[in-house]
């Protein structure tokens, strides 16, 4: 039950309930429970271990009143911008464009982050909050305590937080799932296995860690730190992502058992938002290597569950090019493998990544092609396929000309892979 208190100067609401359920929607909501301070300048959310979450100028100059900066867990602050409604939902499958403060493979948007009504928002909320916490003297209680524990939450306590999470999780994850898009990348990172087999010689997000994966024990402990580290907000969660690049590859016991124990400590069937899910990447050999019975036991975890497989090609130069030592016929197998598991599992989405590149070998396009067009009959509704610019900061008419005769050729719903991390 939300408590609301207004001034002359300002707005609360204690605990609001945003939407319940992750919406594609033109218009902003936001999922779970939060307190909204709104001042004549500015609305700011925060979260329920009263943390700032987003932040919005009402400035003229503000973008768009629908644009606003969402702070992650892992610290960065990001931009949603409306992109102009330059067709942002058909390329992304979202409404809203997220633009980073680093580097990213992103061919849309702007540079949001050189307008400084955007960054003095990132410089002065907390300043903002001290000055409405010392005028809060009279206020009731409730809202007293709430400002007295938000304004202890300062830029650098919130770093020092972000920090203690990357240890909790052994390392930042340096790349979430394109489909972690559903739950607007809100997500309890769980790291069940460390590196991955390829160490392709084009990937930017890889470490030098051969794939390791973690005991059944190591993962019950994370959970247990996991659950005490999120606290409070742990309510405002229903989704995991195993980390890290190659979950798949991890024994299905413990995949199974990770999912299992996560969703029963964390508790999502009382989270404040519906539903739960489990996002993870998989790799060729972990896919075709994973076993039926293993698919019909994910299918009954009581989620959704969304793998992400990279691809990349089906062309033998292209993948010797980007030095993916795996073979055109493993990439065949592999979609078909994919198709298969979409029909019969109606909880399980496998999606795949496939990259762009203007300097990639001439059969690149035409062998995704066999695949996304000529081997299907009729349009598919699961099984999204994504395309990954490969150069870094360097958007492109070009690449979205591209882009989009491909989408259109396509016969599974097909977006942009914007690289986001955690
Ligand atoms: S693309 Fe995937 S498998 Fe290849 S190096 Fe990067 S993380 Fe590893």
């Given amino acids: 039950m939300y408590t609301r208190f207004t001034t002359d100067d300002y707005k609360f609401t204690i605990a609001k309930q945003g939407s319940s359920t992750y919406t594609k929607t033109s218009f902003p909501t936001h999922c779970g429970r939060y307190t909204e301070i709104e001042t004549e300048n500015f609305v700011f959310h925060f979260n329920l271990n009263k943390e700032i979450l987003r932040a919005k100028s009402k400035c003229q100059n503000w973008g768009h009143p629908h644009e606003w900066l969402k702070r992650t867990q892992g610290n960065d602050w990001v931009y949603y911008s409306t992109g102009g409604y330059t067709g942002v939902f058909e390329a992304t ?30 410089k002065n909320w907390h300043g903002e909050i001290e000055r409405i916490e010392k005028h809060s003297i009279h206020s009731p209680a409730p809202l007293q305590e709430f ?38 990348y809100n997500l309890i990172p769980l790291t069940i296995s460390k590196g991955c087999l390829y160490k392709c010689r084009f990937c930017k997000v890889k470490n030098n860690t051969p794939f390791t994966e973690k005991t059944t024990e190591e993962v019950q402990n994370k959970i247990g730190q996991l659950k005490q580290f999120y ?38 069937s009382h989270s404040y938002v519906k539903g739960s899910n489990t996002f993870l990447f998989g790799s060729v ?121 491909l989408k259109i050729m396509s016969r599974f719903p097909t977006y942009l892979y914007i690289i986001q991390r955690l």
């Fill in 93 to 122: 499958g979202e409404y809203y464009l997220p633009n980073f403060q680093y580097p990213t493979n992103s061919i849309l948007g702007g540079h949001p982050f050189t307008c400084h009504e955007i960054t003095d928002v990132i």
């Fill in 147 to 184: 400002l007295n524990n938000a304004v202890k939450n300062t830029p650098e306590k919130l770093d020092k937080r972000a920090e203690k999470l990357f240890e909790l999780i052994e390392g930042r994850i340096s790349v979430l799932p394109p489909d972690a898009r559903h739950v607007d």
């Fill in 231 to 268: 606290g409070d907000d742990l309510r405002n969660y229903n989704s995991i992502f195993l980390g890290e690049h190659d979950a798949l590859q991890a024994s299905p016991e413990l995949i199974l058992s990770s999912i299992n124990e996560a969703y029963s400590s964390f508790n999502f």
């Fill in 285 to 405: 050999t972990a896919l075709l290597g994973s076993p039926d019975w293993f698919f019909k036991e994910l299918g009954e975890t009581g989620g959704n569950t969304y793998i992400n497989i990279g691809l990349e090609s089906a062309d033998a130069e292209t993948l010797d090019k980007l030095g993916k030592p795996i073979t055109p016929r493993l990439v065949a197998e592999s979609f078909s493998r994919i198709q298969e598991i979409n029909t019969n599992y109606p909880t399980i989405e496998i999606t795949a990544n496939f990259l762009m590149d203007e300097d990639l070998p001439a059969n690149h396009y035409p062998s995704i092609e066999k695949l996304i067009r000529d081997s299907q009959t009729h349009t598919r509704p699961k099984g999204t396929i994504y395309f990954s610019p490969l150069k870094f900061d360097q958007p492109s008419r070009k690449h979205l000309f591209t882009f989009n005769r």
